[in-house]
């Protein structure tokens, strides 16, 4: 007879452990589709802090070529999905605008990982997430959104101009497709655990 108090009955399975969470940043510039990345993928029903563009936004939030977009990020999207038994998985949308960006640092508390997205057509709005997730070190991903009568690059002409390193992963998406956005997540989280067995074996 065991003298554990926790010892459970002959025959009776072990008890099934909590889902582990894993915290991941969706990020790039404003218009790119992070809202949209998140409500494709999320299993319940996004909250999403989006409020409408108004005249205070003018000369701030520059909408450039996504001037049909009437709301904007005010704070964050935030989704969840259950990968399987053992991870879920929950997604922080940043705020696209420089305004915000006081707000990074607390986002990114606790992340694993992080989805840069990309709009060919304007490139440059995806480098201060770059410089973000470069700066502290977070493993990502850059998933390029085209947009439908936007110019458009191939992956390789897009690693070439955002000049990240050989190792982080350039892909494709459709941000409005559930199955693309989880084709990218699921490469965001290959990475991450191939980079924490490496670091395992150091």
Not at 6 to 15: E, I, K, L, N, S
Not at 71 to 83: E, L, S
Not at 149 to 172: E, W
Request: neutral net charge.
């Amino acid at each position: 007879m065991s003298l554990h108090s926790d010892a459970r009955p002959m025959g009776q399975p072990p008890a099934k452990r909590p889902p582990i969470p894993v915290k991941i940043l969706i990020s790039g510039g404003f218009g790119v589709g992070k809202t949209t990345t998140v409500g494709a993928l999320s299993e319940i029903d996004p909250l999403s802090t989006e409020a409408p563009m108004t005249s205070a936004s003018v000369g701030i939030d520059d909408a450039g070529v996504a001037s049909q977009k009437t709301t904007t990020t005010v704070a964050m999207d935030f989704g969840r999905v259950t990968i399987d038994e053992s991870i879920i998985l929950y997604m922080f949308g940043t705020p696209g605008q420089d305004r915000f960006g006081f707000m990074w640092n607390d986002l990114a508390d606790g992340a694993l990982g992080g989805v840069v997205l990309v709009d060919p057509s304007r490139l440059e709005d995806c480098f201060v997430a770059l410089d973000y997730f470069e700066s502290i070190k977070l493993p990502y991903v850059v998933a390029v959104n085209s947009f439908a009568g936007r110019p458009t690059m191939t992956l390789d002409q897009v690693r070439h101009a955002v000049n990240v390193d050989p190792d982080v992963p350039v892909v494709a998406v459709d941000a409005r497709d559930r199955e693309q956005v989880k084709a990218v997540v699921l490469t965001l989280l290959r990475r991450i655990l191939a980079r924490a067995k490496a670091r395992s074996q150091r």
